[in-house]
């Protein structure tokens, strides 16, 4: 549409040339309602660029309510006004590197116990299409600047309030970065502002305390070890009496089991007397056969000598 705008300023531009000249007056006349008509059709529509949504404002109704989605679109020119707004994924950077631009430095906080910490972050948000026209009504187009980031600074501020400064560079750098999330999310909203994600970028604490925070873990860490060590020793000492117990109680089942044993075999040797015979006649002689036999005499007979008598 800009093109013909420049079509219709060409024209007007032309035809007033042209009036200033005899018998030329009516060309230029023509000239001049050719380029007016142009200029009124190139304000009666608009193109919605891609990824962004249209605010309608009537000079004589106020802001409308519903927002113009991406396109051509046909309004009512002199009467109505469109501001665009970018839809699309966006974020804002709070660092040390952005301290030059005023309103994008680092944040500066303070943690439970009273100590000054230094924060960078990177907000991920985008605007909700649907209430362009409440954002562009309650806030305006500068809503990153007015609304977003003292949002921003306020709820970093407030969440490393909630927490030491130990906790903050070391095990709960996670948990901050969800309850900024949460609060953050909640305020935006308020506003139309859909908050994607928060991303802390660096946590800064002072150098004195980073030491003495580093001193304190390094000898945390080393009686972690030393507890370690005596817990190995323990198990180990352990480890040996269950080891002593079991060869104790191997060696009494051993015990009682040969016990067990003897007892067996003596009262087999009560109850049968000639297997004493029989095991007596294999120790004197393994080699002489011999054999048993069942009378009150209990005498044995070498069968070689019988044989040989023969």
Same mark, same amino acid.
């Given at each position: 549409?800009?093109?013909?705008l420049?079509?219709?300023l060409? +024209? ?8 200033a ?13 050719? $380029?007016?008509?142009? $200029? ?9 660029? +891609? ?14 309510? @519903?927002?113009?989605?991406? !396109? ?13 707004? @970018?839809?699309?994924l966006? *974020? ?6 952005? +301290?030059? #631009? ?11 116990? !009273? ?14 299409? /649907? ?29 490393? !309030?909630?927490?030491?400064a ?8 996670? @948990?901050?970065? #969800?309850?900024v ?37 390094? /000898?945390?860490?080393?009686v ?9 020793? *323990?198990? /180990?000492?352990?480890? #040996?009496?269950?080891? +002593?117990?079991?060869?104790? @109680? ?10 067990? /044993?003897?007892?067996?075999? $003596? ?29 009150? $005499? ?11 008598? #023969?």
């Amino acid at each position: 549409m800009g093109i013909l705008l420049i079509v219709a300023l060409v +024209a007007v531009v032309l035809g007033i040339g042209l009036l200033a000249q005899p018998g030329r007056r009516s060309l230029g006349t023509a000239l001049i309602l050719t $380029g007016l008509l142009l $200029g009124v059709v190139s304000r009666s529509f608009v193109v919605v660029p +891609a990824g962004h949504v249209g605010v309608v404002f009537n000079v004589f109704s106020g802001v409308q309510p @519903d927002a113009l989605d991406e !396109g051509l679109h046909f309004i009512l020119p002199l009467v109505q006004e469109v501001v665009l707004y @970018d839809a699309r994924l966006q *974020e804002v950077t709070l660092s040390k590197s952005n +301290a030059r #631009r005023v309103g994008f430095g680092p944040i500066q906080a303070r943690s439970k116990e !009273g100590l000054d910490i230094g924060v960078d972050v990177t907000v991920q948000y985008r605007i909700e299409k /649907a209430r362009a026209p409440l954002l562009h009504k309650e806030v305006g187009p500068a809503y990153r600047e007015t609304m977003i980031v003292p949002q921003i600074r306020s709820k970093v501020r407030d969440a490393v !309030g909630l927490f030491n400064a130990a906790e903050l560079i070391s095990t709960r750098r996670g @948990d901050l970065e #969800r309850s900024v999330t949460t609060a953050l999310r909640e305020a935006l909203a308020q506003k139309h502002i859909i908050l994607e994600s928060v991303l802390l970028r660096e946590i800064r604490i002072p150098d004195t305390v980073a030491r003495v925070i580093e001193e304190k873990q390094t /000898a945390e860490q080393q009686v972690q070890i030393e507890e370690n060590r005596r817990r190995q020793a *323990e198990i /180990a000492a352990q480890r #040996r009496v269950i080891e +002593a117990q079991a060869e104790r @109680d191997a060696a009494i089942l051993k015990a009682e089991g040969e016990a067990k /044993a003897l007892e067996l075999r $003596g009262e087999a040797l009560k109850r049968y007397p000639q297997v004493i015979q029989l095991t007596v006649a294999e120790k004197l002689a393994p080699n002489i056969k011999t054999i048993m036999l069942p009378t009150d $005499g209990n005498f044995l007979l070498d069968l070689r000598k019988l044989a040989e008598d #023969r």
